[in-house]
C-alpha cells in the first residue's frame, strides 16, 4: 500500500499562489493517475485535478481550470498542485490520491483507492 502525505497549504491573501506537493512512499506511483480533491466546510469532496501516469494527460476542475497546474515528477515519487490566483471559495482541505483505474482519467473519489491526510488551504478575502 502506498503512503501519500500532502505538504505545502497554509493561509494566503486572495489572488494569491500556493503549490501543494503529494510525496509517495511504500510504492511507486509512476503508473498510476493522480489526482486532487478537496473539501471546503460544510460541503462534499470534490475533484480539482487528475493527471496520467506520463505527466501528459490532465483534467480539471472547471472551477480551477486556468488557475491551478498539476504536474508530477515521477523519479521523486511526487505530485504537485500549483494553485495561483487563489479565492476565498478554493478553502478547503486538499487531498492527494493514487486512481486505481487504468487506462483512462476519472473524476470520481469513489476510483482512488489511496489517500493522503489533507493539507489545509485558507484563502482570506
Known amino acids: 500500500q502506498v503512503q501519500l502525505v500532502e505538504s505545502g497549504g497554509g493561509l494566503v491573501q486572495a489572488g494569491g499562489s500556493l503549490t501543494l506537493s503529494c510525496a509517495a512512499s511504500?510504492?511507486?506511483?509512476?503508473?498510476?493517475?493522480m489526482g486532487w480533491f478537496r473539501q471546503g466546510p460544510g460541503k462534499e469532496r470534490e475533484f480539482v485535478a487528475v493527471?496520467?501516469?506520463?505527466?501528459?494527460?490532465?483534467m480539471y476542475a472547471d472551477s480551477v481550470k486556468g488557475r491551478f497546474t498539476i504536474s508530477r515528477v515521477n523519479a521523486r515519487n511526487t505530485v504537485y498542485l500549483q494553485m495561483n490566483s487563489l479565492k476565498p471559495e478554493d478553502t478547503a482541505v486538499y487531498y492527494c490520491?493514487?486512481?486505481?483505474?487504468?487506462?483512462?482519467?476519472?473524476?470520481?473519489?469513489?476510483?482512488?483507492?489511496?489517500w493522503g491526510q489533507g493539507t489545509q488551504v485558507t484563502v482570506s478575502s
Open positions: 511504500g510504492r511507486t506511483i509512476s503508473s498510476n493517475a
Open positions: 490520491a493514487q486512481s486505481a483505474v487504468n487506462f483512462r482519467l476519472t473524476t470520481i473519489p469513489a476510483d482512488f483507492g489511496s
Open positions: 493527471i496520467n501516469w506520463s505527466g501528459l494527460g490532465t
